[in-house]
């Protein structure tokens, strides 16, 4: 599979064919300038080479029209270089709708990683060929970057952050991924393989040995554990809301503005209760930053997301429900 | 001129009084405010740091040798690159060049007997060696293993090496940067000779003026980001860490508003060392005077604001992204259009083959592929693939070494007679500018395509298939270390037994190589009058060289005065 002297990576992502026309294009523009001027420096400088030790050089001073000619030119080549890498970029940083999502959490130095049905990982990855995979990148200590060459992307993973990042395997496989965020000691091994199967294959694998719970049940126990239960009641009724239907869901705020309940909100509600009020309810929830973990972070969105088609409470089916925080 | 007799004889003389025996004794130097003893005493301790930083960088590519590393635990390792860069960037690059030459030079250049705050320049030197002590306090006791970039929380909470004298160190040494381009900037505004306008300014002082700006104004930015980020691991002030609501992305922001611009600090000195190489040595005025001159500024105003495409892969937003890209893409074209006049300038010319010159055109081809490199990483979708690999370091490299190193070392070999009054062996010259060429590009093009394959940067072992391509890029190191002892064993060894070089030895049209080698200690025995242009070898009968004519008919000046 690998040569001695390998050039170029493997191309094994919907992305990879972009990213490698662009480099072509770029590399083919780059190569002709170095040539031109390689040639013209030795050129002149075998060509004008003094003569006799009091020679002097003609007195030239300039061109305007070479000035703007190689002003102008670079211009536009330059802009055809950002348009379609920008086309690219947004092509990346804009995730469709109908991914797998894996949830990865990097540390010093490891990566542990969850499928959507609980089943975890170290420093392996799964995924089926021809499906678009999302990867919800989160770090419990400093600044680590979750790169894939054969795919050709990679994202930081950001303490106090989620990042996204997406890919469509193209082939099935063995791929390196590295940590290229430098994070200290052993960053270097802080890597390991994406494994491409096909797609009955990837659901056999799933389906097998899972050896965590499932992570709503994880949920429901810290949910219960955390006393996040004690004012979170399912009913509605307790000081914080519910939380029957709030993923995916609008909520309104005290400040009369709405957010959507996704990812980022709720972790964001559980480390920093105060920072969006639901409409209607107190600021009295106090922050679980440090008492938390990022995997019981992910534990208990998916005990919430799983309450995404429990009957909303209270309010009848008119208007916006009820829903907010945790 | 002055002080220099007419050499017709061909055998030259030193001076009898020159800056070098004008008074003798270690006091003399060290609390000296000539800025040529000023800048000797930049070049022994920017050499002393080179020397620091590549032997670091001797034992990362010895242990890079296989796959599993050679030499040292990952823990040495990670320290190794770290003070490499530190050594490297804070204490040689961003002062060598300036501090070095541009000391020596920019009164002479501009016909002034010094510079505008002599006294504060020796401050300078003074805050340069205390800065140092720090960061050398940091090297032996427990080392630093942060990266140069020092990105937070890693460097403020997670690590356990010395980060805080060094971050002190290079705290203090922003000062002596600071106060070297504060008196660069009222040196070139106020004490020019008469009739040295603007536009007669050589571009090396041009140069040295966008240099001194880009100083004067980011520099305060970085000593404050690393204070915070001291101020954080000291104290835990929650400016950076997450977990005392600090935010990491901030510190990256702050830390490359500084930082990109810090590379022009690098370069464009480095730029300004060819522009004046290359008419000396094809001995015909620079091609587009203006065009160069503009593109300096034009690079230091643009380089202020590309600073967030070291960060697109962060998670920064998508229009911000999209904008640093544009950005970043404008300020291709200012070094372009410095490429593309240096190598017209050739066109047509006497050329020379000299030591100098092979150290410009050096500089060409490898900027020329540094520069071009980097529009893959101002590429938004590129730099998804190639970010934090070593594709950044052979970038990086190929404008630092390939640009930076070689101006620097050129200009060294250029001003060598001026500086000491005498020549280097010329032809064991051209063969260090050779060596070091082609291990340059032996050590650092394969790097290039480690990172296309994926290799990141900073990584103490790698993927076996990654061999093959890092046993060639030490092989080169070996060679580019060659490269760089020979002038440092050859420079050491003329400055007591080279030949004696004569005033003007290339000969060129500068004000610095109307006085004498060595010059005195106030430069000119009168204050000069400039009545030629830049770079102008026809109106100058005193150069001795075929085709002259008389002064006189000038250009009108054009620029103020």
Redesign the interface.
């Known amino acids: 599979m690998?040569?001695?002297?390998?050039?170029?990576?493997e191309s094994a992502s919907n992305?990879a064919p972009?990213?490698d026309g662009?480099?072509l294009f770029?590399v083919s523009?780059?190569i002709f300038?170095?040539v031109a001027?390689?040639i013209?420096?030795i050129y002149?400088?075998f060509r004008?080479?003094?003569?006799?030790p009091?020679?002097?050089?003609?007195?030239?001073?300039?061109?305007l029209r070479?000035?703007i000619t190689?002003?102008v030119l670079?211009?536009f080549l330059?802009?055809a270089?950002?348009g379609?890498?920008?086309?690219?970029?947004?092509d990346?940083?804009?995730t469709p709708s109908d991914t797998l999502d894996v949830y990865v959490i990097g540390k010093?130095w490891m990566w542990k990683l969850e499928q959507p049905n609980g089943r975890r990982e170290i420093n392996e990855l799964h995924v089926p060929v021809n499906r678009n995979v999302r990867l919800i990148l989160a770090s419990e200590?400093?600044?680590h970057?979750f790169?894939v060459?054969?795919f050709?992307?990679?994202?930081?993973v950001?303490?106090?952050?989620y990042?996204?990042m997406w890919f469509r395997p193209t082939k099935a496989g063995r791929y390196?991924f590295?940590?290229?965020?430098?994070?200290?000691?052993?960053?270097?091994?802080m890597g390991g393989w994406v494994i491409v199967m096909e797609q009955d294959e990837y659901a056999a694998w799933l389906a097998g040995a899972s050896n965590s719970g499932d992570p709503v049940e994880v949920g429901a126990k810290l949910y219960n554990d955390l006393a996040c239960s004690t004012c979170h009641e399912p009913n509605g009724k307790g000081r914080g809301p519910s939380y029957n239907g709030v993923y995916g869901s609008k909520v309104k705020l005290a400040d009369g503005s709405t957010v959507t309940a996704d990812d980022a909100y709720i972790r964001e509600s559980i480390l920093q209760p105060n920072a969006k009020i639901v409409a209607g309810y107190q600021p009295v929830m106090p922050s679980f930053?440090?008492l938390v973990s990022e995997d019981q972070i992910l534990a208990l969105t998916a005990y919430i997301k799983a309450q995404k088609d429990q009957p909303v409470p209270g309010k009848p089916a008119a208007g916006e429900p009820a829903t907010g925080k945790k | 001129m002055d002080g220099t007799p007419n050499q017709a004889a061909g055998e030259h003389k030193l001076p009898a009084e020159h800056y070098l025996n004008a008074t003798y004794g270690i006091r003399s130097w060290l609390l000296t405010t000539d800025h040529k003893r000023i800048a000797l005493l930049y070049l022994a301790s920017v050499t002393f740091f080179f020397f620091v930083g590549g032997i670091f960088a001797t034992l990362i590519r010895i242990h890079l040798l296989t796959p599993s590393g050679l030499l040292v635990t990952?823990?040495t390792y990670?320290k190794l690159f770290t003070m490499h860069g530190v050594a490297m960037i804070f204490f040689f690059l961003i002062p060598s060049i300036p501090a070095v030459l541009g000391n020596f030079l920019i009164p002479i250049m501009i016909g002034a007997k010094d510079l505008a705050f002599p006294k504060i320049n020796l401050l300078s030197w003074y805050i340069y060696i205390i800065g140092g002590c720090f960061v050398l306090y940091s090297f032996c006791t427990g080392g630093l293993?942060t990266?140069w970039?020092f990105?937070t929380?890693?460097s403020s909470?997670?690590?356990n090496s010395a980060v805080t004298p060094a971050v002190i160190g290079i705290f203090i040494n922003g000062f002596s940067s600071i106060l070297t381009g504060l008196n660069f900037l009222v040196t070139v505004h106020t004490m020019r000779a008469p009739g040295m306008t603007w536009f007669r300014l050589p571009l090396f002082v041009w140069s040295h003026y966008a240099t001194s700006l880009i100083m004067i104004l980011g520099t305060p930015v970085i000593a404050i980001t690393l204070l915070l980020a001291g101020l954080e691991r000291m104290f835990h002030f929650g400016f950076f860490?997450?977990?005392y609501g600090g935010?990491?992305?901030l510190f990256q922001h702050l830390f490359w508003f500084y930082s990109h611009p810090a590379v022009y600090i690098m370069i464009l000195p480095a730029m300004g060392v060819v522009s004046e190489i290359i008419p000396t040595f094809?001995?015909?005025?620079i091609?587009?005077?203006?065009?160069i001159a503009a593109s300096s500024i034009g690079i230091a105003v643009i380089g202020f604001i590309v600073w967030a495409h070291h960060m697109?892969?962060?998670?920064e937003a998508?229009y911000a992204?999209?904008a640093f890209?544009?950005l970043s893409?404008?300020v291709?074209?200012p070094s372009?259009?410095k490429?593309?006049?240096w190598?017209?300038t050739?066109?047509?010319?006497?050329?020379?083959?000299e030591t100098p010159m092979l150290y410009a055109?050096g500089f060409?081809?490898l900027f020329?592929?540094g520069g071009?490199?980097g529009?893959?990483l101002?590429?938004?979708?590129?730099?998804?693939?190639l970010?934090?690999?070593y594709f950044v370091i052979a970038h990086f490299h190929y404008i630092m070494v390939g640009g930076a190193v070689m101006g620097y070392v050129g200009g060294l070999h250029f001003w060598w007679p001026k500086i000491t009054g005498r020549l280097y062996p010329e032809y064991l010259a051209r063969a260090a500018a050779i060596i070091l060429f082609v291990g340059f590009n032996l050590t650092f093009f394969p790097q290039f395509?480690l990172g296309?394959?994926?290799m990141?940067?900073?990584?103490?072992?790698?993927?076996?298939?990654f061999q093959?391509?890092n046993v060639m890029s030490t092989a080169g190191a070996s060679i580019l270390a060659l490269g760089y002892l020979l002038p440092m064993v050859y420079l050491t060894w003329s400055m007591r037994y080279g030949k004696i070089a004569g005033p003007n030895p290339w000969p060129s049209t500068g004000l610095e190589w109307k006085t004498a080698s060595p010059p005195l200690t106030e430069n000119f025995h009168e204050t000069p009058v400039v009545d030629w242009e830049p770079y102008?070898?026809?109106h100058r009968p005193d150069l001795?060289?075929?085709?002259?004519k008389a002064p006189g008919k000038l250009a009108p000046a054009h620029g103020d005065d």
């Open positions: 690998q040569s001695q002297l390998p050039l170029y990576p992305f972009d990213v662009l480099m770029i523009v780059c300038f170095a001027i390689t013209a420096v002149f400088f004008y080479k003094r003569k006799a009091d020679e002097i050089g003609a007195p030239i001073h300039g061109d070479l000035e190689w002003i670079p211009f330059l802009m270089m950002f379609w890498g920008a086309v690219i970029y947004v990346y940083r804009h010093q200590d400093v600044i970057d790169s060459p054969a050709r992307v990679k994202m930081d950001i303490p106090g952050h990042n996204n390196h590295f940590c290229s965020q430098y994070c200290g000691t052993s960053h270097a091994i930053q440090g | 990952p823990e990670n293993d990266g970039t990105y929380p890693l909470i997670y690590s860490n997450p977990a935010d990491p992305i094809v001995r015909k005025p091609f587009g005077y203006s065009f697109f892969v962060t998670g998508t992204a999209i890209s544009f893409y404008l291709a074209i372009a259009v490429v593309f006049n190598t017209s050739l066109y047509k010319g006497s050329v020379s083959w055109l060409i081809g020329t592929i071009l490199t529009l893959f101002a590429c938004l979708g590129l730099d998804i693939h970010h934090d690999t395509i296309g394959l994926g990141p940067r900073r990584y103490h072992n790698y993927p076996p298939e093959v391509l102008d070898f026809v001795g060289l075929s085709g002259a």
